[in-house]
């Protein structure tokens, strides 16, 4: 059984940190590129973060990048996003979600299987 839990959200205020783990099972990890996404209320989900499989190319949406840091763990089957200075705009439900395929993407079509998602709120 293919399983992608997140693990991490929770109430952080402006500034704060948090980092969000997805455990991975059930599919060969290594062979597999991982994304984040996160949805808001009344919002599309947006692509926010990826790592790929092989090399470990990443790729942050600019809404993210220089704040959030990914990461993963083949050995642990497990991937890592590191949120720092974080926003109230970052309030959402984050999902993790695993691709098979070489390079990373934030075309959610192109995901296999996600996660149920960890709610991360940013108070002001």
């Known amino acids: 059984e293919v399983q992608l839990v997140e693990s991490g959200g929770g109430l952080v205020q402006a500034g704060g940190s948090l980092r969000l783990s997805c455990a991975a099972s059930g599919f060969p990890f290594e062979a597999y590129a991982i994304g984040w996404f996160r949805q808001a209320p009344g919002k599309e989900r947006e692509g926010v973060s990826c790592?790929?499989?092989?090399?470990?190319?990443?790729y942050y949406a600019d809404s993210v990048k220089g704040r959030f840091t990914i990461s993963r763990d083949n050995a642990k089957n497990t991937v890592y996003l590191q949120m720092n200075s974080l926003k109230p705009e970052d309030t959402a439900v984050y999902y993790c979600?695993?691709?098979?395929?070489?390079?990373?993407?934030?075309?959610?079509?192109?995901?296999?299987?996600w996660g149920q998602g960890t709610q991360v709120t940013v108070s002001s």
């Open positions: 790592i790929s499989p092989s090399d470990g190319s990443t």
């Open positions: 979600a695993a691709a098979g395929r070489a390079g990373p993407t934030v075309v959610d079509v192109e995901y296999d299987y």
